[in-house]
């Protein structure tokens, strides 16, 4: 792998997270400052309750900083509105979740392409893309079934093939292995990795798992709302 090339993908700055229930101000995250190359596999790893998702999802925009910057391309992410929020979600990151999140009555297929529907590109024009990715994820030969006829492991490579159709430049993945046997999560890091290598894909993966923060290439730990 040649690292000359790599840039910035995504850089936190003095990120600050805080919650409000009435009078008590609750603070998940503390000046939290990071920047993760293009290309690299991170994992960002702590116990329960660290932080670690939350971070995520704010690298992500899914969720605001209270304070602090997120920039994506060198532009602050946290200051978009809505609308430019969402665009930048569908087109430039892909989300993975514990839990897999698909659509319960649509095939393999309609699962995959639903990000470019949802865009309101043409699905036909991404015919190629989508027999590539499938090819990628191990599920040529499933393609018209649903989430119901899959296994567990099956379910999460059509959310990580979801997650890439749009072909975006970071893949962030919160616990994805979560809900897995140890055999499944295996192949799902393994998985990930090859994306990660053969695709050149930034991924940036929430885990409290030591076996699954083995496939990244690098940690960053996070305890009690700081990085360690």
């Given at each position: 792998?040649?690292?000359?090339?790599?840039?910035?993908?995504?850089?936190?700055?003095?990120?600050?997270?805080?919650?409000?229930?009435?009078?008590?101000?609750?603070?998940?995250?503390?000046?939290?400052?990071?920047?993760?190359?293009?290309?690299?596999?991170?994992?960002?790893?702590?116990?329960?309750?660290?932080?670690?998702?939350?971070?995520?999802?704010?690298?992500?925009?899914?969720?605001?900083?209270?304070?602090?910057?997120?920039?994506?391309?060198?532009?602050?992410?946290?200051?978009?509105?809505?609308?430019?929020?969402?665009?930048?979600?569908?087109?430039?990151?892909?989300?993975?979740?514990?839990?897999?999140?698909?659509?319960?009555?649509?095939?393999?297929?309609?699962?995959?392409?639903?990000?470019?529907?949802?865009?309101?590109?043409?699905?036909?024009?991404?015919?190629?893309?989508?027999?590539?990715?499938?090819?990628?994820?191990?599920?040529?030969?499933?393609?018209?079934?649903?989430?119901?006829?899959?296994s567990g492991g099956q379910q999460q490579r059509v959310a990580i093939a979801r997650a890439l159709i749009n072909s975006p430049e970071i893949l962030f993945a919160d616990e994805p292995t979560g809900n897995l046997d140890s055999k499944t999560g295996i192949e799902i890091m393994e998985l990930?990795?090859?994306?990660?290598?053969?695709?050149?894909?930034?991924?940036?993966?929430?885990?409290?798992?030591?076996?699954?923060?083995?496939?990244?290439?690098?940690?960053?730990?996070?305890?009690?709302?700081?990085?360690?």
């Amino acid at each position: 792998m040649n690292h000359h090339h790599n840039y910035i993908a995504i850089e936190g700055k003095n990120i600050i997270k805080e919650y409000k229930m009435g009078d008590v101000v609750t603070r998940v995250l503390h000046d939290i400052s990071l920047h993760i190359e293009q290309g690299e596999f991170v994992s960002i790893m702590g116990p329960s309750g660290s932080g670690k998702s939350t971070l995520l999802y704010i690298l992500g925009g899914l969720d605001n900083p209270t304070a602090g910057s997120v920039l994506m391309n060198g532009k602050d992410i946290s200051k978009f509105d809505d609308n430019r929020k969402s665009v930048m979600r569908r087109r430039n990151i892909g989300f993975v979740f514990q839990f897999y999140n698909l659509i319960p009555n649509l095939n393999v297929e309609e699962n995959i392409l639903l990000p470019v529907l949802l865009d309101g590109k043409n699905m036909k024009s991404y015919k190629k893309e989508l027999n590539n990715i499938l090819e990628i994820v191990g599920l040529s030969n499933r393609r018209t079934h649903t989430p119901r006829e899959l296994s567990g492991g099956q379910q999460q490579r059509v959310a990580i093939a979801r997650a890439l159709i749009n072909s975006p430049e970071i893949l962030f993945a919160d616990e994805p292995t979560g809900n897995l046997d140890s055999k499944t999560g295996i192949e799902i890091m393994e998985l990930l990795r090859e994306i990660n290598q053969e695709n050149n894909k930034t991924i940036v993966m929430v885990t409290h798992s030591a076996n699954a923060a083995q496939y990244s290439s690098r940690r960053i730990n996070v305890i009690d709302g700081v990085i360690t």
